[in-house]
């Protein structure tokens, strides 16, 4: 028996008791702090409403364990603001943990974790030696030897200890548990399933993810210093699948891919569908850059849109989550629609992708990708969250028991400038956003959208009530003022921004989402001096027609704002 299987561990620093029994876990949980009114109201919770809450006994901040964690959090957000005191996401209650889905589909796995005597808040060990993460295509002999040996040995818990929490199918079950409706809010938002992507709990919980994960992978090959390698897919020279993860005999390998995915083939992180090499590789820097610098305004933007008790699932993600992250997961899952992989097994659905080595890996990189955002992407955006709400949400796992000359081709990839103004009256087939709206994306769609001054304003498009079927992969993408039909390249200076969603699980399969795609820098590259309108020109890339848009407007770049 593992020794640290009946040690569950609380992220927390939560002073509450620790030591209640695994029947009632959470047991201690304050259900005071809400407040008759929010009661009444309590499945439309906005994170960011003013709070009137109890003195909440027992909660405290946890970032100065998230300082310790990465230093993702810098000095000047440990003001806290009272006020704006709430409820964060609680961590769930593994005894009610229940059926997960696809669809409607009852799936035929069990993903709820195995129960513990006791949940410890976790303390962060002391610093003992730097992990330093790979490239997976330029990882060493010795480092690929150390990763496929210490999977092996995960994998082998599988049999040797089904219920070892520390086990390969254990840890891939986390993420259906959190994705796919096993896990529900607790206390008073049962009702609600616990959803940890499409918002911004997608950095820190996957960050939390992989950090115990590969503390499990350093522990069953006793090395302290073992590191996972990140998919390098922001730089041409990382665009395939990693090589390591192709071979059958390994235990890196997966059969549940898509055959045509390996080898030189290039990632489409944009469902382009383009089968050009370079353009592919065009259309990948295009849209990192779209996401990580030109189409982002705003915080929430980039990281997720708030998330709180009481808030309906998948608020909306950010740029990267929607974008790249989504991509990677689409292109290496199997592109079935029926038989045994017809839930896009193992990438392209959140309960089973966790069962491909290859999503730590790709989640290495959107980690980094978060990292690159916060300190090495230069804006006026602020980087982090300050509110509670963020800082304090919970997550149950078990435990274990930087070359900084970094090559980012992405980062200056702004499309060259249109060399001739379009004339927006000679674009076809374009309908004021008015008379359309709310509109299907069963085609492309061109719509005039009146600007919210005349000129090169300081604006940001902001398309909202997008409401799609959940249990699909969808993608489109965005262009602003766009004469041509080239619509397989993205390295355009037309380009704006994109949205994607990986299939999942939600209540009534209907998702709703907003996202704001900024367009100051666009207005540079594509003249729009004289103008008061634009066309937006919106292309489905992947099930257009189980997308509608009910709004699109342009407004003014909030000032460093946290929300939009
Ligand atoms: Cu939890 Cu890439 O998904």
């Given at each position: 028996?593992?020794?640290?299987?009946?040690?569950c561990?609380?992220?927390s620093?939560n002073?509450?008791?620790?030591?209640?029994?695994?029947?009632?876990p959470?047991?201690a949980?304050?259900?005071?702090?809400?407040?008759?009114q929010?009661?009444?109201?309590?499945?439309?919770?906005?994170?960011?409403?003013k709070?009137n809450?109890?003195?909440?006994?027992?909660?405290i901040?946890?970032?100065?364990?998230l300082?310790?964690?990465?230093?993702m959090?810098s000095?000047?957000?440990?003001?806290?603001?009272?006020?704006?005191?709430?409820?964060?996401?609680?961590?769930?209650?593994?005894t009610?943990c229940?059926?997960?889905?696809?669809?409607?589909?009852?799936?035929?796995?069990?993903?709820?974790?195995?129960?513990?005597?006791?949940?410890?808040?976790?303390?962060?060990?002391k610093?003992?030696?730097?992990?330093k993460?790979?490239?997976?295509?330029?990882?060493?002999?010795?480092?690929?030897?150390?990763?496929?040996?210490?999977?092996?040995?995960?994998?082998?818990?599988?049999?040797?200890?089904?219920?070892?929490?520390?086990?390969?199918?254990?840890?891939?079950?986390?993420?259906?548990?959190?994705?796919?409706?096993?896990?529900?809010?607790?206390?008073d938002?049962?009702?609600?399933?616990?959803?940890?992507?499409?918002?911004w709990?997608?950095?820190?919980?996957?960050?939390?993810?992989l950090?115990?994960?590969?503390?499990?992978?350093?522990?069953?090959?006793?090395?302290?210093t073992?590191?996972?390698?990140?998919?390098?897919?922001d730089?041409?020279?990382?665009?395939?699948l990693?090589?390591i993860?192709?071979?059958?005999?390994?235990?890196?390998?997966?059969?549940?891919?898509d055959?045509?995915?390996?080898?030189?083939?290039?990632?489409?992180?944009?469902?382009?569908?383009?089968?050009d090499?370079?353009?592919?590789?065009?259309?990948?820097?295009?849209?990192?850059?779209?996401?990580?610098?030109?189409?982002?305004s705003?915080?929430?933007?980039?990281?997720?849109?708030?998330?709180?008790?009481?808030?309906?699932?998948?608020?909306?993600?950010?740029s990267?989550?929607?974008?790249?992250?989504?991509?990677v997961h689409?292109?290496?899952g199997?592109?079935?629609?029926?038989?045994?992989?017809k839930?896009?097994?193992?990438?392209?659905?959140?309960?089973?992708?966790?069962?491909?080595?290859?999503?730590?890996?790709?989640?290495s990189?959107?980690?980094?990708?978060?990292?690159?955002?916060?300190?090495v992407?230069?804006?006026?955006?602020?980087?982090?969250?300050?509110?509670?709400?963020?800082?304090?949400?919970?997550f149950?796992?078990?435990?274990?028991?930087?070359?900084?000359?970094?090559?980012?081709p992405w980062?200056?990839?702004?499309?060259?400038?249109?060399a001739?103004?379009?004339?927006?009256?000679?674009?076809?087939?374009?309908?004021?956003?008015?008379?359309?709206?709310?509109?299907?994306?069963?085609?492309?769609?061109?719509?005039?959208?009146?600007?919210?001054?005349?000129?090169?304003?300081?604006?940001q498009?902001?398309?909202?009530?997008?409401q799609?079927?959940?249990?699909?992969?969808?993608?489109?993408?965005v262009?602003?003022?766009d004469?041509?039909?080239?619509?397989?390249?993205?390295?355009?200076?037309?380009?704006?921004?994109?949205?994607?969603?990986?299939?999942?699980k939600?209540?009534?399969?209907?998702?709703?989402?907003?996202?704001?795609?900024?367009?100051?820098d666009?207005?540079?590259?594509?003249?729009?001096?004289?103008?008061?309108?634009?066309?937006?020109?919106?292309?489905?890339?992947?099930?257009g027609?189980?997308?509608?848009?009910?709004?699109?407007?342009?407004?003014?770049?909030?000032?460093?704002?946290?929300?939009?």
């Amino acid at each position: 028996m593992a020794s640290l299987q009946a040690s569950c561990t609380v992220l927390s620093t939560n002073p509450r008791s620790h030591s209640s029994s695994s029947t009632q876990p959470l047991s201690a949980k304050p259900s005071h702090l809400f407040t008759n009114q929010r009661r009444s109201h309590r499945f439309q919770v906005s994170c960011d409403a003013k709070k009137n809450v109890e003195t909440s006994q027992g909660k405290i901040d946890r970032r100065n364990m998230l300082l310790g964690l990465g230093g993702m959090y810098s000095a000047a957000n440990l003001v806290s603001n009272p006020s704006a005191y709430a409820d964060p996401v609680q961590a769930p209650d593994f005894t009610k943990c229940g059926d997960a889905y696809v669809k409607d589909v009852l799936l035929d796995v069990k993903c709820c974790p195995p129960l513990a005597d006791k949940i410890i808040d976790y303390e962060l060990p002391k610093f003992e030696v730097l992990r330093k993460r790979p490239a997976a295509h330029r990882a060493t002999k010795e480092q690929v030897a150390k990763y496929e040996k210490a999977i092996q040995a995960m994998r082998d818990l599988d049999t040797s200890d089904p219920q070892d929490p520390r086990g390969f199918t254990q840890q891939a079950n986390i993420h259906c548990a959190y994705c796919n409706g096993a896990h529900d809010q607790v206390g008073d938002f049962s009702n609600l399933d616990l959803q940890v992507h499409n918002s911004w709990l997608f950095f820190p919980f996957h960050r939390w993810y992989l950090y115990f994960y590969e503390r499990i992978l350093g522990k069953l090959i006793n090395d302290p210093t073992f590191a996972l390698p990140f998919w390098n897919w922001d730089n041409p020279k990382g665009m395939t699948l990693p090589p390591i993860f192709d071979k059958p005999s390994s235990p890196l390998y997966d059969a549940k891919r898509d055959p045509k995915n390996n080898g030189s083939a290039i990632v489409d992180l944009t469902f382009s569908g383009s089968t050009d090499p370079l353009q592919l590789v065009a259309n990948n820097l295009s849209s990192i850059y779209s996401e990580m610098v030109r189409s982002v305004s705003t915080t929430t933007a980039f990281v997720g849109k708030p998330y709180c008790a009481g808030s309906k699932p998948s608020p909306g993600g950010g740029s990267s989550e929607n974008g790249s992250h989504t991509g990677v997961h689409w292109w290496v899952g199997t592109k079935d629609t029926s038989g045994p992989n017809k839930f896009n097994e193992d990438m392209g659905n959140f309960y089973s992708a966790g069962r491909d080595p290859v999503f730590y890996c790709h989640h290495s990189n959107v980690d980094r990708m978060w990292h690159l955002w916060r300190d090495v992407v230069k804006n006026d955006i602020p980087k982090d969250i300050t509110s509670p709400d963020y800082l304090n949400a919970e997550f149950l796992f078990y435990d274990e028991h930087k070359r900084l000359r970094i090559d980012l081709p992405w980062l200056n990839y702004r499309p060259p400038s249109k060399a001739v103004k379009a004339k927006v009256e000679n674009i076809s087939d374009t309908k004021t956003a008015a008379s359309v709206l709310p509109v299907n994306l069963k085609k492309t769609v061109r719509l005039i959208v009146p600007k919210s001054a005349k000129g090169k304003a300081d604006e940001q498009l902001v398309l909202e009530d997008i409401q799609t079927d959940t249990t699909k992969f969808i993608k489109f993408d965005v262009f602003i003022n766009d004469e041509d039909d080239k619509i397989e390249e993205l390295d355009r200076a037309e380009y704006a921004g994109s949205f994607a969603q990986v299939p999942h699980k939600s209540k009534n399969k209907k998702g709703k989402a907003t996202i704001s795609l900024k367009l100051t820098d666009m207005y540079d590259d594509i003249d729009v001096s004289e103008d008061d309108t634009i066309v937006v020109t919106i292309v489905p890339r992947s099930n257009g027609q189980d997308v509608t848009i009910g709004g699109i407007k342009v407004i003014p770049v909030p000032k460093q704002a946290q929300s939009g």
